[in-house]
């Protein structure tokens, strides 16, 4: 038993490692373009054993979203635990999507591109939304709860605000275009929401 436990652990490894592979393929070749004969060629793994993996490509395509998505929530969590005012955790989130790296705006770029004409891809991609939204809201609730801000907006317009700046931040970038200035807009944004929010500094 003990034998099988580690080998199922080795596979559970090795199948999160191909699922990097995929998110790198996709980076490069589009989501349209990447096939298991692309990923097995990136990550040694045999064409058989992806198809063991992942039923479908499309299964395949969105789970590497889906953990891709989830590292960087993760790591969204851990930048707040690193933080005790509302304020400066809510800077830190706003500061982490401005400095999202390009590669990753190209993948999500791919995925939504993809998700606009496949209904399965489109519910994935509202759940992707909901787990990217959801470490503001948490910050936004827990500091107005505390008092460290005042509002007459609900929560989740709130979050509108700030996702919908930072997701428009996704084609400027990946095309390289000299507008919007990332420090610019960060000012315009941070004022806007010390209005909105009742915060002084």
């Known amino acids: 038993m003990m034998m099988g436990e580690r080998g199922r652990g080795r596979a559970s490894g090795r199948r999160q490692e ?73 800077v830190g989130l706003i500061d982490r999507g401005f400095a999202t790296p390009v590669p990753v705006w190209r993948m999500l770029m791919e995925f939504w591109t993809a998700a606009a004409y496949d209904e399965e891809l489109r519910a994935h991609s509202h759940q992707l939304q909901a787990s990217y939204r959801a470490p503001f809201e948490a910050v936004l609730n827990a500091g107005i709860d505390g008092e460290a801000f005042r509002t007459r907006h609900e929560v989740a317009v709130i979050t509108d605000l700030i996702v919908t700046t930072l997701d428009g931040l996704l084609y400027p970038r990946v095309l390289a275009q000299p507008r919007p200035a990332g420090p610019d807009l960060r000012d315009l944004l941070l004022d806007q929401l010390r209005a909105t929010l009742g915060v002084t500094r």
């Not at 592979?21 to 058989?48: L, N, P």
């Not at 479908?56 to 930048?79: G, I, K, N, Q, Y």
């Open 18 to 90: 191909v699922l990097g592979h995929v998110v790198a393929v996709m980076i490069e070749r589009g989501f349209h373009q990447t096939r298991f004969k692309d990923v097995a060629a990136a990550s040694g793994v045999a064409i058989s054993t992806l198809q063991v993996y992942f039923s479908t490509r499309e299964d395949m395509l969105a789970e590497a979203l889906r953990t891709s998505t989830r590292a960087e929530v993760d790591s969204m969590r851990a930048r707040v635990c690193e933080l005790s005012d509302p304020w400066d955790q809510l």
